[in-house]
């Protein structure tokens, strides 16, 4: 008997159109190449993030209840951020539900989206970036990369990382008669700490 | 499966009944579009985008088992189970024995066509599986029991009013409850501890690349990320013509998607899953379903190119009038109505007649589907297989016979002409006229263009009669 995997690749085989006539094009670098720090803020903007500029001799710490002042539970995955929950008590992925505001570090951020790049290398466990009610990320302004075209090419964590997750701004919804929501079930606003 | 052709008609006639529903859906629709044209202006490089994508897509589907093998491969190197199933029947088994296995009674699930097409809850209810979608807009279509309308908003056809009833009874929040803010809130607060406590978790797969065993997801409201990253085990379902060849090709793609469904530059969320998380399983389905069949049709294999944006139902304004659930169908609105009738043609016959064939529908598609062509060519297939509603048939039989004969064609103009300028409303607007139902007849003219031809030009030399004027 053979295998559905045999049957729909022989069907496939027999069935496809002629493979000579559609060669692979070469990859495409299209579009504007600018990977600067006020391009990628402008994009963050629109897809409804915000950075988080530090007042004269803040910390950290201080900027993030500055920014979120209800919050009770911070736990920081950076260096720069002592927080008010150690990571390591966060273990198993709900671990991270009672989390206000959770603190990470994104390698790389695409100027084109204002989007920042996570993965289990930023993470102490996957659902960390998506459990805690806000988020902030640093992320270094010599680590902006162009655009979708130049980010694909360039960041090696695209093929290496097993959860790669890109987030541009807060989770959003506009499913109730088109009206547009920042925070629907993942984070409730996105913050970026430029270093 | 009822055979029964749907009946298009009669469900948009109902539609349209309700003037704030249609009017909403209407607006809504044709914003989106506007979003999307913006977003089309800000790029130079946007056709040459729609180019690409197009080729990439032709020329992965020419090689469809090979890079089928090449992803499976790879994924299994990275440790995640491969399944393929040729049906849905067959998909709902795998995904149900994964479950069992797992002892997982409790699935939480993002948005999926390809489960749709399936007809998966059912089955997993029967499995004593409680599956709970996580998007908001799939999860209201659960709760009222509905297909999705559309394939990105799925519940787009619905006021606040209505999200508010529902909620009211399964959510148990305010029925007056008119700021959508608080309904999504209400959403996000029931979702929580169900995701929290769920024992599998459900995505799709918008795309997936054969170079690395990839799989990438594309969302707004985390729910996806959360369904996959909070349970250990998640499970993909994903359509056999999803594939892309190499990881940089998803520039491309990207850069389309959610600028021609939302207008928005790209989805809040592009999840890139390459193998399970740490002490996590994880398991692809690939699912055949027709798709194969579909190759083989030589007007209609580049079906297989849409990446699912929906914006071929924003603009059709046969769909913006009409809504998703008058297709009776998992995919409506254009691209609906010309792969519909590849998972049974009888019952999807009457949908490629739900278009006027304007070509807007083709002229946004962001991998170049010429979906209108497509619908004209399958009202001609459906001809041929006798796939035609009795009474067009015999209209359009009695109109051949009428257009082959000029004369008996031109009394019968005439005999048109007179009864529309004397005969009273009600003997022309009446169930017997279908062009007279929702829109006004023509008005009559004096004169037709043969007795005007006679008068004027009928001495005249033919070269002559028509000179060339500016159109």
């Not at chain 1, 209800?70 to 008590?89: F, M, Q, R």
């Not at chain 2, 539609?15 to 914003?31: G, K, Y």
């Not at chain 2, 499970?235 to 190499?246: D, M, S």
Request: charged share 25%; hydrophobic share 40%.
């Amino acid at each position: 008997m053979s295998t559905a995997r045999d049957e729909i690749l022989q069907a496939l085989r027999n069935n496809r159109p002629t493979p000579e006539n559609h060669p692979l094009p070469p990859v495409a670098t299209l579009g504007d190449l600018d990977a600067s720090r006020e391009r990628f803020i402008t994009s963050l903007r629109i897809l409804g993030g915000d950075v988080l500029e530090p007042v004269e001799g803040e910390t950290l710490d201080q900027a993030i209840m500055r920014r979120h002042p209800d919050a009770k539970v911070i736990c920081s995955n950076v260096p720069e951020a002592k927080g008010t929950l150690p990571v390591e008590k966060v273990k198993t992925p709900q671990d991270a539900a009672t989390i206000d505001v959770t603190v990470v570090r994104a390698p790389f951020g695409i100027a084109e989206m204002g989007s920042i790049f996570l993965s289990e290398a930023q993470l102490p466990i996957n659902s960390f970036a998506h459990l805690g009610q806000h988020i902030v990320v640093l992320l270094a302004a010599d680590q902006l990369t162009a655009n979708m075209h130049t980010a694909y090419q360039e960041r090696p964590e695209f093929k290496t990382a097993n959860y790669g997750v890109l987030m541009s701004g807060p989770s959003a919804t506009a499913d109730i008669q088109g009206v547009l929501i920042r925070g629907a079930q993942g984070v409730r606003s996105l913050s970026v700490w430029f270093t | 499966m009822s055979d029964k052709p749907v009946n298009h008609a009669r469900a948009a006639e109902h539609f349209i009944e309700d003037a704030p529903h249609l009017q909403f859906h209407d607006e809504r629709l044709w914003d989106m579009r506007q979003k999307r044209d913006a977003q089309m202006h800000i790029l130079p490089e946007w056709q040459e985008l729609r180019e690409e994508a197009s080729r990439i897509k032709e020329h992965t589907l020419s090689r469809l088992p090979e890079y089928l093998e090449q992803f499976e491969t790879n994924a299994k190197k990275n440790g995640i189970h491969v399944h393929w199933a040729r049906d849905g029947a067959e998909h709902n088994r795998i995904v149900g024995e994964i479950l069992k296995a797992h002892n997982a009674r409790n699935l939480i699930k993002s948005k999926s066509m390809v489960t749709e097409e399936c007809d998966m809850r059912p089955y997993l209810a029967k499995q004593g599986v409680t599956v709970t979608e996580t998007d908001l807009g799939e999860r209201i279509q659960q709760l009222d029991d509905q297909l999705p309308s559309h394939i990105v908003v799925p519940a787009v056809h619905k006021l606040t009013a209505d999200v508010a009833k529902i909620f009211a009874k399964d959510y148990h929040t305010d029925p007056d409850i008119r700021d959508p803010h608080l309904l999504a809130e209400a959403q996000r607060q029931a979702a929580r501890p169900v995701i929290l406590h769920a024992d599998a978790g459900m995505t799709g797969g918008n795309f997936v690349v054969a170079e690395t065993g990839t799989f990438v997801v594309c969302t707004n409201e985390g729910n996806a990320d959360l369904s996959a990253t909070v349970p250990n085990l998640h499970i993909a379902t994903i359509g056999i013509e999803r594939l892309v060849p190499r990881m940089a090709d998803m520039g491309v793609f990207i850069r389309l998607l959610s600028r021609s469904a939302l207008g928005s530059p790209i989805t809040q969320y592009t999840t890139h899953f390459r193998g399970p998380q740490k002490g996590g399983e994880m398991h692809v389905v690939l699912v055949d379903n027709g798709r194969s069949a579909r190759l083989g049709m030589e007007d209609f294999w580049t079906s297989l190119k849409c990446i699912r944006c929906g914006a071929c139902m924003n603009t059709c304004p046969v769909y913006r009038r009409s809504g998703g659930l008058s297709y009776g169908a998992v995919y409506s609105g254009p691209i609906g109505a010309i792969i519909d009738p590849t998972f049974n043609e009888r019952k999807y016959s009457t949908l490629p007649y739900a278009s006027t064939l304007n070509g807007s529908c083709t002229n946004v598609c962001p991998v170049k589907i010429n979906i209108h062509e497509q619908l004209y060519k399958w009202r001609r297939v459906l001809v041929q297989h006798h796939e035609m509603p009795f009474v067009k048939r015999e209209i359009m039989h009695m109109a051949g016979k009428l257009m082959g004969q000029p004369k008996m064609y031109r009394a019968a103009i005439k005999a048109t002409e007179v009864s529309l300028s004397t005969m009273p409303r009600f003997v022309l607007y009446n169930w017997l006229n279908p062009w007279g139902k929702h829109r006004e007849n023509p008005h009559p003219v004096k004169q037709t263009f043969n007795d005007w031809y006679r008068k004027n030009r009928e001495t005249a030399k033919p070269a002559a009669a028509a000179p060339e004027t500016k159109k």
